[in-house]
């Protein structure tokens, strides 16, 4: 981030992989690993997540800059966004809503929030090369589908990413997301948002 500054970068809240900064009893292992169980994260003490989420905002603000919007990791449970929510109102950053219930919540909460959340995007077919759908094509799709739906924002959810050890350790998402980089560098992918007058945006113009 300080070698490109003018990248405007989330916090991605995790539950579910890597070593807990708190070790909560209920969002934790032995070892001190969150636990990647939705059914646990479901039911966990939500002081606790509320604790973890609150050490990883301020890790994020230690290293001088300052989230341009709050998400989370794999899964989305009401705990998980009754949390989040608390540390937006704390912190005024906005919120990713993935689904119109979500939205409605952040609405009724008062909090800053992306609408339309567009979720196609990703492969997640196991056998996803016979079936890839992160290609330019798909993603002109996409967007053609919000134009005609007459969304004024809407937000893709994607994965980019150059593969590296560390993305190979750490996801079963990995070699997926260099069709995803692919496709969103394709100059089809420009000429199309040219074209149309779409205008790429940060949670922080919202």
């Not at 992989?17 to 934790?28: F, Q, W």
């Not at 939705?38 to 800059?65: M, P, R, V, W």
């Not at 919540?105 to 056998?127: H, L, S, T």
């Not at 990413?161 to 079963?172: H, L, N, R």
Request: charged share 25%; with cysteine.
């Amino acid at each position: 981030m300080r070698k490109h500054p003018i990248l405007k970068v989330g916090i991605h809240f995790t539950t579910s992989v890597g070593p807990s900064l708190t070790r909560g009893k209920t969002i934790s292992d032995e070892n001190g690993m969150l636990i990647h169980n939705q059914e646990s994260i479901a039911n966990c003490d939500e002081e606790e997540l509320y604790a973890e989420y609150h050490a990883q905002l301020k890790k994020f603000l230690a290293t001088g800059f300052v989230p341009t919007h709050i998400d989370w990791h794999w899964c989305y449970k009401p705990v998980q966004v009754r949390v989040a929510t608390r540390l937006a109102k704390e912190y005024n950053l906005p919120l990713r809503a993935e689904t119109k219930e979500i939205e409605q919540y952040f609405e009724e909460q008062g909090v800053k929030y992306i609408k339309n959340m567009e979720q196609d995007f990703y492969n997640y077919d196991p056998n996803y090369k016979e079936n890839l759908v992160t290609t330019a094509e798909c993603l002109i799709e996409i967007l053609k589908k919000h134009l005609d739906n007459g969304a004024e924002e809407t937000c893709i959810m994607c994965h980019p990413a150059y593969v590296d050890q560390t993305v190979m350790t750490y996801t079963s998402y990995n070699l997926q997301r260099t069709y995803e980089l692919t496709a969103v560098t394709d100059p089809k992918v420009k000429e199309f948002i040219k074209e149309n007058n779409i205008d790429l945006i940060s949670f922080n113009e919202l």
